[in-house]
């Protein structure tokens, strides 16, 4: 009796945050989902109308759709790929014993803390700027013309910007599991004759195999839906040549006033996010603990 007394007591007590939590995301999903069986434009909301499946055929067989999910992929997995091997490197360099190694361990987590908004302007107008950025003054030192990055190279601007700010928490996850390797085996190692790179490979790295699952399907989940950053440096442009879905569906509602087209667009965007999350987590997965 006192044990279904406690689960009920137990069940109320969590009733206020499931019923907070369905409405924060059962409604909006719900809400979507209906917009995009509808013909619902923001300058015309009177003339609304079942659309059926239209706004979906319409999004998918849009020449800037299979740009933007393409440009989605390139910024994911480049991101992803510069983080991982990058956190490895530094967390293995700064796991080292050093003079002053906390300030250099605060110092090179801190760019995780700056809004993506700050850090995307901080980039465009500090470091990119082809007049007074910093780029273009190393660069004229050396007699060569400043070069318009955000204009020539947008997207692999983008994905530096967002590499950078995305390091430092690769770079944390990754020491911290860093620092539960067992001294043990490095020294047993290190006594049998391995070499470092042999003790990397076969001991460092099936170590961090979880932990690089883990920064893995985190980054993945919000590199999909980066936005600030095309926002606020490139809006996309030139042309498609920096828009992802996300800045898509952006571009379809809020320039477009297209409702309807947008909220396909964003279940569309939500069903390739959890593909491409399972697909890496399960490829990267098996690779790093077989």
Known sequence: MATVNTRSLARAMLAPSVAVLFVWMAVPLVLTLWYSFQTYNLINPINNGFAGWSNYYYFLTDPSFFQAFANTLILTISVLAITVVGGI????LINQEFFGRGIVRILIIS???VMPTVSALV????????????FAWIVTRFG????PWLDRFPLSSI???????????ATLILLTALQSLDEEQMEAADMDGAGNLSRFFYIVLP???????????IETIF????FAEILVTTSGGPGYASTNIAYLVYHAALLDYDVGGA???????VILANIVAMFLIRIVGKNLEA
Do not use: C, Q
């Open 144 to 147: 060569i013309a400043p070069i």
């Open 263 to 269: 909220s396909a667009g964003g279940v569309v965007a």
């Open 159 to 169: 994905i530096v910007i967002v590499a950078w700010e995305w390091l430092p928490f």
């Open 111 to 113: 760019p995780f803390f």
């Open 207 to 217: 170590h961090l195999s979880r932990a690089i699952t883990v920064v893995i399907l």
């Open 223 to 226: 590199l999909l839906g980066v």
């Open 123 to 134: 980039w465009k107008n500090m470091m990119l700027d082809p007049n007074y950025g910093i």
């Open 89 to 92: 490197l530094i967390a293995l």
